[in-house]
Each structure stands twice: as structure tokens, then as C-alpha cells.
């Protein structure tokens, strides 16, 4: 009887996720503007429908129940998506892209998610993990794990520079502090001749062990597109980071960010190092970031100063947001809308600042917890999952 009742309880979160991986699946295959719009429409139907029968509630408490069965059903699902289109390189690249956004996002949600933080140069750090990549590989003989682990390292050093005007100053202020760094990086590699100037630099690809991600994987007539080999470091990548943060908030570290993001003057009152929690936020916030932007440079081949912009901090933001501050899993859809629309709907390409800046509006007037507010917290002592 009670495993049949488990089996019941699975049922939502694992029906969903196998109506995310089809929707994706035709979202991906859909060429004309015409299917895409459609299958957009028929999905925001389908949502609103499912949500006014109380479908939603059902798939967040099973996920909740069975959350190690559900990151198993996401992971099933990319993998499905990956064997659609084994050998098509651009929805193989979006693929990657995604996930590689999501640890990124990650990231961002240690910091103002959990620790209130305000941080809006993300694709300042991410640059520096990719210009990280491209200087490594262009004049060093590191391995190329080194090179990832090195650029993380160095998006979280170059990030304490900014600890002490952050840790002085709160809110508006603190934001200043970080849109400002942004400018400056972005200034900074353009006139760095050393560094490639405008004209950006060439990085190689990624060799692991042997194993060059940049060749296509060729097993007999079948030829798989080199992009899987990334889907995969970046899956792994995605998860590990995932299950740090959700280890974090759900422990006495998460509780201690929370405080901290909630009332600084209480937190300190009752013994709260406040520093201390917003340098590790910080610091371990920018350290994902570096490593995503390692690998994305070597998944690309090239970097320029065009990629990092304070308009792409504003996009990675903007997922935070959309998802729903603090909630994991939240980010990961929005970082898959944001992402992946545009390239679909070409349309809307040059006005996706401000179709982006219209949507974080609408959803902070009229659902401020995002698309997937965070839940109550699940505290569990120590670092049991």
C-alpha cells in the first residue's frame, strides 16, 4: 500500500517533466515562425488550465516529496533532448547554453537570493572566466580542468576588489558599486591590447584527458555533433552546482544567509558575523560564475567584449528574477525562456532588452515571487540532502 501510494505521489512531478522534455523537443525541432509562436501560445494555455485545476500545487508538493526522483527526471529529460538532435549543432549549442546560464544564475542566487547581496555585474565575472580560459589555453599548457577551476578562482579574486565598498554600503548604493565594475571591465578589455582589444581573442578547445570536446564523436554512419560533448560537461557542471546550493540552503550556512538578507542589525544582534556571510556569498557566487564563463569560452572558441556588456547583466538578473529569488528550480526555467525565445523568435531579437524589462515589470506588479516562488524553507542539520 505504501508503495503504491509513493507511486502516486511521484506521478505529477514525473508527468511534468515528461511534458517539459516534449514541449522542449518541439519547441527546438519547430523552424518557421509560425510553430514556434504556436507552440508558445498552446503552452501558455495549457499552463493556465492545468494551474486553475490545481495542477501546480499537485507537481511542487510530489517534487517536493521525491526530489531526488525528480532531479533524476530532469536529468532523463535533457538527456532525451540531446538524443533528438544528437547530430544538429544549434539546438545542441542552446542546450549548452542553458546550462551553463543556469550555474551562472546559480550563482547570482547565492547572492541576492540568499544572502541579499546585490550583484549586477554578472557577465563582468563571466568574461572574466572566459578572457581566464582564453589566456590559459592561448599561452600556458595547463589541462584544461585546471584552466576551468583557475577561471572560477580568478572571477572570485578579482571579485573581492569589490568586498569592501559592497560590505560599506547597502541597497541602491551597493548596486552602484557592481553596474559600476561592470562598465569599468567592459572599458577595460576594449582598449587592452594584451587582451585582444575590440577584436576579441581566439580560445581552444576544450581536451580533457585525451578527449577533445571540439571533435565529433563518429560511431560507425552516425556522427554526433562535438556540442554534446559539452551538454554533458555542462550537465554536470549544472548539477553539482545545483545540489551545493540547495545543500547550503538547507542548512545552518542557509539559515545564516537568510538572516542576514532579512535584517542585517537583528542578525548582528543575535551573534551573526554579517560580513562574513555576505564575503562567502559573494565570493562563492562569483567563483560558479568564473567557471561557467571557462567552459563557454572554450565551447565558442572566441571571446570579445561585445559579450559582456551591462545589458547581459541586466539578462541574467532578469532570470533571477522571472524564476523566482531563491528558488533553484525557478531559475532554470526562466533561464530557459529568456534563453532560447529570442533565438527562436527572431522577431524580437533586437528588442529583447525590452521585452525582458516589460516582463520584470509585469511579474514584480503582479507576482513578485516570480514564476516559482521559493518555498518554505526545508531546514535539515548538518549537510544531509
Excluded at 256 to 280: H, M, P
Excluded at 301 to 324: E, H, K, M, W, Y
Amino acid at each position: 500500500m505504501k508503495r503504491l501510494f509513493d507511486s502516486a505521489s511521484a506521478f505529477p512531478a514525473l508527468a511534468s517533466m515528461a511534458g517539459i522534455t516534449l514541449i522542449s523537443v518541439l519547441f527546438l525541432h519547430a523552424e518557421s515562425q509560425e510553430e514556434v509562436l504556436g507552440l508558445t501560445a498552446g503552452a501558455v494555455v495549457m499552463l493556465l488550465l492545468l494551474a486553475r485545476f490545481g495542477w501546480n500545487a499537485l507537481a511542487a508538493a510530489s517534487f517536493a516529496g521525491h526530489s531526488r526522483m525528480g532531479q533524476g527526471a530532469v536529468l532523463a529529460g535533457v538527456l532525451i533532448v540531446v538524443v533528438a538532435f544528437y547530430d544538429q549543432h544549434f539546438p545542441l549549442l542552446m542546450l549548452t547554453t542553458v546550462l551553463l546560464y543556469i550555474v551562472v544564475c546559480l550563482g547570482l542566487n547565492l547572492q541576492f537570493g540568499y544572502a541579499g547581496v546585490v550583484n549586477f555585474a554578472g557577465a563582468a565575472f563571466f568574461g572574466i572566466g572566459c578572457y581566464t580560459a582564453a589566456v590559459l589555453t592561448s599561452h600556458t599548457g595547463l589541462p584544461h580542468l585546471a584552466v576551468v577551476l583557475i577561471g572560477g578562482l580568478m572571477a572570485a579574486g578579482i571579485g573581492s576588489l569589490l568586498l569592501l565598498p559592497v560590505l560599506r554600503t547597502s541597497g541602491h548604493y551597493a548596486a552602484l558599486v557592481t553596474i559600476a565594475f561592470s562598465i569599468l571591465f567592459r572599458v577595460f578589455i576594449e582598449v587592452n591590447d594584451t587582451l585582444g582589444g575590440p577584436q576579441g581573442m581566439k580560445v581552444d578547445g576544450m581536451e580533457i584527458f585525451g578527449w577533445k570536446l571540439n571533435d565529433s564523436l563518429q560511431f560507425g554512419e552516425i556522427e554526433i555533433s562535438f556540442y554534446a560533448n559539452y551538454v554533458l560537461i555542462a550537465l554536470v557542471m549544472a548539477a553539482v552546482a545545483f545540489m551545493l546550493v540547495r545543500r547550503l540552503e538547507r542548512s545552518w550556512i542557509g539559515l545564516a544567509l537568510d538572516a542576514v538578507r532579512l535584517d542585517e542589525t537583528a542578525s548582528a544582534a543575535f551573534g551573526i558575523d554579517v560580513a562574513r556571510w555576505k564575503i562567502t556569498a559573494f565570493t562563492l557566487g562569483n567563483f560558479l560564475i568564473g567557471l561557467a564563463g571557462a567552459v563557454y569560452a572554450m565551447m565558442t572558441g572566441f571571446v570579445a567584449p561585445n559579450a559582456f556588456t551591462f545589458g547581459d547583466s541586466l539578462i541574467l538578473v532578469s532570470i533571477v528574477i522571472l524564476g523566482g529569488i531563491g528558488n533553484p528550480w525557478g531559475l532554470t526555467v526562466a533561464a530557459a525562456i529568456v534563453l532560447m525565445m529570442p533565438e527562436k523568435l527572431q522577431f524580437i531579437q533586437e528588442y529583447r532588452l525590452l521585452l525582458f524589462a516589460g516582463l520584470v515589470i509585469l511579474i514584480l506588479l503582479f507576482r513578485p515571487g516570480g514564476l516559482m516562488p521559493r518555498q518554505v524553507r526545508n531546514y535539515i542539520p548538518g549537510w544531509k540532502p
